[in-house]
Each structure stands twice: as C-alpha cells, then as structure tokens.
C-alpha cells in the first residue's frame, strides 16, 4: 500500500511539473510574439489514471499569465542634409550639369560666377569652392533680406579637358567669355588679347547652350550685383562699354578691400561678347575680378571681397 500512495505521488508531480513546464512555455512564445491579448488562465485539474483510482483527488489551480506589451521599434526619420543641394541651370555641351548654389532666401538676389574659362582658370572654381564650404559652415554672413546664387563651373568641358590653353574654351572650341549678344564678334582682333591657341566667339551670339542657359537662368531672377571671376592679374572690371554708374560703384567698393587692380590694366584687348557686359545690358551692376595669379585662390582676399558684395547696394 505505501508503494502505491508513494508511486500516486510521483506520478501527481510529474504531472504538475508538466503542466507548469507548458506554461512557462506559453508565457516565453507570448513575450517573444509581441501578442498584447487579456489575461490567459490555464485550469490545472488532475485526471488520475484507471489505474490509480485510490489516488487522492486534487483541486484545480488556476494560472494565470498576464503577457508583458511588446514595446514597438520607432525608426527615426531620415535627417534632412544640412548642406544646399545645387540646381542644375542646364547642361554642357559635352552633357556635364551647370550647377548654382543658393544661400538665404531674401528678395535682394545676388550671383557669383566662377570657371568661365575652365581649366585654363581652374583656381577660380576651387575659390568657387571654398566659398561654397565657408558659406555652408556660416550661413549667417548672408544678410536675411539676401540671397546669393553661386555658379561653381560655368565651362565643366574645359574644366575636364585641361588645366592648360586647352582647357580654355568649351567642347565646341568657344570662349564662352566671347559668346554674349554684347558687341559680338565671331572673330576679333588679337593684338593685346589671349592668343596662345586657335578659339573662336561661336557661331552666331548665345550659339553655346552654356551661355543660353545663365542668360535664362539670370532673365528669371532680379539681381541687383554680379561677380564673374577671372584669371590672372589685370584687375577689376566693370561692367559695360561705356562702364555704367552701378558697375563702377560696384568696382570701386571691391577696389577698396583688395590689393587687385582698379582701374586694370589695360592690354590694348578689344572685348567682345562679354558676360558682364551682357549683363550690364540687363540693367545689373556687374564686375570681373582676376585673381592674382594661375594657382592660388586669394581665398581671404575674396572672403573681404564677399562681405563687401553683401553689402553693397547702389546708391539711389
């Protein structure tokens, strides 16, 4: 008899321990799934065996298990780039984009121009470039009613073909810098000018979708200055033949800062077809500043330069 009583208690355990052992199981897939459902009970109740009738009974004991709430994953939203996205004003010849920085967003507009002749000047577009970092990292210098547009490469073709003469015109062979309707020629005569290799003013004036594009690109706008940056020595130019009163104001407040040039140096060079002369034509004050030499970029000489361009207005 106490074998029987002592074999019914060891079969009465198991049977609990399993039972425990299936809810433990139960709780784990329930933490592990993220089901957020009631409470679940599980009724305990001993069935003996046919064999074990002499068995005491056994009261049934309620589990109940209360799952813990899945905590959700947030994903945190993707951060907004800090630094301006260029616009792309329209494609080269050979297919590469024009691309404008803009900083502030205030209705007095203003643009910087650098690389016109590519290569050939490639330190004005790596002045383009510090400007485009310095002016990332402090955006404030842009007065709040300002905004300031900065074409970094206006010839990429020859920017890609050469740091030499090569790299002067674009994959058409044209001097963009000769390709404006502002006193256009095709050809022009060369005593005083640039003449290290063959380069012509295109075919007819704006025949250069460069050229076609910045003219779009400024007719869309209101701008009140304009910098086209050059290459290497002569100077600061105003805009217009003769000068108009804006660009030369313009002239003189840079002059003011700086150690290039003013009035420049003048070669003998008859100018055709110029950028800032077409851009005088609109109506804006407009100068070219050449850099002092082929290399360097002059980056603290134009930082001054800048501030004083932000700051300058014509005088009414």
Known sequence: MSTRKSLSRIVLLLWIAAVLAVGLIALFVINTSGINSGPITIEITNTPSSTLQSSPSVTSIPLTITPVPSTPTTIPPSPTPENPQPEVIGISVAGRPLQVYKFGDGPIEKMIVAGIHGGYEWNTIVLADE????????????????????????????????????????????????NFPSYWQSDWPRIGCWDYIPITGGTAPASEPETRALMAFIKAHDFQAFISYHSAALGIFPGGQPPDPGSLSLAESIAAVCDYPYPP?????????????????????????????????????????LSVFLDWSFPE
């Open 131 to 178: 400007l485009i970092e310095y002016l990332e990292n402090h955006p404030e210098i842009v007065p709040p009613e300002q905004t300031l547009y900065l074409l970094r490469a206006f010839n990429p073709d020859g920017y890609a073909r050469s740091t030499g003469f090569g790299g002067r015109a674009n994959e058409n062979n044209v001097d963009l810098n000769r």
């Open 265 to 305: 140096i003048e070669a003998g060079c008859a100018y055709t077809g110029q950028l800032i002369d077409w851009v005088s034509d609109q109506g804006i004050p407009a100068v070219d500043i050449e850099l002092t030499n082929h290399q360097d970029s002059d980056f603290a000489e134009n930082l001054a330069i």
